[in-house]
């Protein structure tokens, strides 16, 4: 996916503020009223130390592909994690992006009616305005051409994409992309994950989306599979802007 291209393309106007925020791996592309580079900053940077002082006393944290008991000690990202990986049947890790992007958001709102966060192609996102969001794949049939299109009332929300083909995310699934709407970032992250997962061929797909469903929080799910194109519950398709 090329996330860069698809957040500035969808979301770049005259009316708002497009900055990055790079801390480390996280790298954060946000649309705001206006610029708050150094606010986002500062929330990128405690979030990220909050999660390493985790991981430092809790190291499974970071290598488990399974729902791990939490210790009593964790913080507001860690457990929002916990709880995401122990919802969707994946490793904490698995929910990172989507909880970081939200943790950040949410702290622009303060200072901004609309906050978009992309982080590695994963959006959190609360609208003043429809978006559509574009969704990339490496996939001759669909490539370029699927946007999924979200509205204010339903914010905020988060997007996020697992993929087998793109990226540096670990999948032991063979989908090209796998699209989940979610209530938080963390719950949206995971459970693309599971669902990506879950797809080793077309006949896997039916089952995938159902059990994308399940997942409390998840409202809709897409799946790109070679030549198909499957979705469930509150996803609307649009043609990228």
Not at 133 to 161: E, L, Q, W
Request: with cysteine; glycine share 6%; net charge negative.
């Amino acid at each position: 996916m090329n996330h860069k291209k698809r957040f500035y393309r969808d979301y770049a106007s005259t009316d708002c503020s497009v900055f990055n925020v790079k801390i480390d791996t996280s790298d954060l592309y946000i649309k705001a009223d206006v610029n708050l580079h150094d606010i986002a900053y500062e929330a990128l940077r405690v979030t990220r130390n909050e999660l390493e002082d985790h991981i430092k006393k809790h190291s499974e944290f970071l290598y488990s592909l399974n729902p791990l008991t939490p210790c009593g000690d964790e913080t507001e990202i860690s457990s929002a994690m916990y709880k995401a990986s122990e919802a969707a049947g994946v490793g904490p890790m698995a929910a990172v992006a989507g909880a970081i992007a939200e943790k950040v958001g949410r702290e622009l709102l303060n200072y901004s009616k609309e906050v978009i966060v992309e982080n590695g192609g994963d959006l959190w996102m609360k609208l003043d305005k429809p978006a559509v969001i574009g969704i990339y794949a490496n996939n001759i049939h669909f490539k370029d051409n699927i946007g999924i299109r979200v509205y204010p009332p339903a914010t905020p929300c988060s997007v996020c994409t697992s993929t087998s083909r793109l990226g540096h995310s670990l999948s032991f699934g063979k989908a090209d992309s796998v699209t989940v709407i979610a209530s938080t970032g963390a719950v949206a992250d995971a459970a693309a994950t599971a669902v990506c997962n879950m797809v080793q061929t077309a006949d896997d797909i039916e089952k995938a989306l159902e059990t994308g469903l399940s997942i409390p929080g998840v409202r809709g799910c897409l799946i790109i599979f070679r030549d198909k194109i499957a979705l469930l519950g509150e996803v609307e398709l649009a043609p990228p802007e």
